[in-house]
Nanobody, 123 residues
Framework: QVQLVESGGGLVQPGGSLRLSCAASGSIASINRMLWYRQAIGKERQLVARINLNGNTTYADSVKGRFTISRDNAKNTATLQMNSLKPEETAVYYC?????????????????WGQGTWVTVSA
């Protein structure tokens, strides 16, 4: 079984910064992608940023130039640095990882989600 633990959420003023972290542990064989999503109240979950095993990154247009995703492959961690935050970015932020896990003697696809961490941007 694979567990994801997110940290770093909280309250920040508009224009401020936060750094989110996601740590994956358990029966992981390999992780080929790590992603951050967010979901505001009453809205659908949206992809914020993605980083692949080779380090290639993609971002939602709304966060380009302000957010940076990074990863430590050796530690199975991903970080989302968020700068110049806006009130409309208040949401629960979720970490998602994909790859391969090893359970019950077999290699299986891995698609795991964290429990989410609140980010509130307000004066």
């Amino acid at each position: 079984q694979v567990q994801l633990v997110e940290s770093g959420g909280g309250l920040v003023q508009p224009g401020g910064s936060l750094r989110l972290s996601c740590a994956a542990s358990g029966s992981i064989a390999s992780i080929n992608r790590m992603l951050w999503y967010r979901q505001a109240i009453g809205k659908e979950r949206q992809l914020v940023a993605r980083i692949n095993l080779n380090g290639n990154t993609t971002y939602a247009d709304s966060v380009k130039g302000r957010f940076t995703i990074s990863r430590d492959n050796a530690k199975n961690t991903a970080t989302l640095q968020m700068n110049s935050l806006k009130p409309e970015e208040t949401a629960v932020y979720y970490c998602n990882v994909g790859g391969i896990q090893y359970t019950d003697g077999c290699y299986r696809p891995l698609d795991a989600w964290g429990q989410g961490t609140w980010v509130t941007v307000s004066a």
